[in-house]
């Protein structure tokens, strides 16, 4: 397997994934939408993860696009 696909992907999940539902997370305690309330903190943990997984099925759509051209 190519090495720069491996630290490309890696690189693309930390910033593609992890900053999206991170994004969702930090911008609600921005504009005070969680409080320290554990319904509402599960509640956002939720909203997160959901925008989390789409974010890895694009994600992982792109890479398996990616790995087919470099096994042609």
Do not use: P
Request: aromatic letters at 12%.
């Amino acid at each position: 397997m190519n090495e720069d696909f491996v630290i490309e992907s890696g690189q693309k999940f930390i910033s593609n994934v992890l900053g999206g539902a991170g994004a969702v997370w930090g911008s609600s305690e921005i504009v005070c939408l969680r409080n320290n309330s554990s319904r509402n903190r599960m509640l956002w943990r939720g909203v997160s993860g959901t925008v989390g997984v789409f974010f890895l099925s694009a994600y992982l759509h792109e890479r398996l696009e990616k790995y087919n051209k470099i096994k042609k």
